[in-house]
């Protein structure tokens, strides 16, 4: 118990240092390519901080398992959406959206993110399914990559002798092999103490994966609070949730087969795109202030408790 205690303990500090080293290279990276913070942590940093998602993705298929990799897939959304984001609105006394509203399309953005949830009312999910949800998150970047023509600025950079993109770079995936490495084993840790008492597969993604799984971004919380990084934090958060959608697409089509959800769907899982509606209202000045985040935070509690009581 003791050693597992103090692996675990590594495992947050490692978790720590990675999402430092993200975090310094994408702030770097968006001054040099003189793109919003926001836009680039959107596009790289939500990527990557994602792969603990895919990585369970991929192994749930192979275990034949893949229950536990939707539930991860929205249960993880709903950890960002409901608490990560109104969290930061919390600690940081509000959250003041500025220019970056303009660059992405939120209705859209929150869409794509709640897709999965109106999908698994049926308690299947087949190809069509799939298509669905990929095509969604292609027209949502097709759109964010049109208005920040951000291939071209980073081109444009990259060919600049004083500029030193590639070492920024390299920070950047350094810092999420710290991040994938150590979440790995805690996340381990977590599907072991949770197959220990019997938990749906299902259930197990949804409520104790999920928060596994965004641990790289309850890091990058922590961390982009203290430095006064809102943006690249707001960016991470959204970017994961989207991959989230992309993600359970490929699942789908990975795994071959429909799968078929035989237990922990219920009709309190409508909360979550509930909780993506309000926030939409609540973000229509370009700000979410603390009462807000408060509410939202309510909202994901009120989930939870439905979830291990109905």
Known sequence: ?????????LAFVILWVGAGLSVSGVEKISKTVKIPS??????????????SEISVAYFAVLDKTPEISVGNLIG??????????????????????????DRINFPLAYL??????????????????AFILIFAVGVLVFTISVKNTLVDRIEEALNHRHVNVL???????????????????IVDTTILYAIKYSVAPFLVG?????????????????RSTIFKKKAIALGDYVGS???????????????????RLTGGVKLNILLLPIGA??????AKNKKLDRREGLILLGLFALFVILELTI
Request: net charge neutral.
């Open 76 to 101: 993880a959304s709903a950890v960002i959406t409901l608490l990560i984001i109104p969290l930061l609105a919390v600690l940081n006394k509000g959250i003041t959206f500025n220019g970056t509203i």
């Open 241 to 259: 949730a989207v991959i989230n959608t992309l993600t359970l697409g490929g699942l789908i089509l990975f795994n071959k087969n429909t799968i």
């Open 206 to 222: 949804l409520l104790l994966l999920s928060i596994g799984t965004n641990l790289p971004e309850l890091t990058v919380l922590i």
């Open 167 to 185: 070492l920024e770079s390299t920070k950047v995936f350094l810092g999420v092999g710290l991040i994938v490495f150590s979440s790995k084993y």
């Open 277 to 282: 509606i309000l926030f939409l209202y609540f």
């Open 1 to 9: 118990m003791i050693i597992d205690i103090l692996l675990t303990t």
């Open 112 to 129: 794509v993110i709640s897709l999965p949830v109106l999908l698994i009312l049926d308690r299947t999910l087949g190809v069509f399914d």
């Open 38 to 51: 926001f836009v680039i942590s959107f596009f790289a940093l939500g990527v990557l901080t994602s792969i």
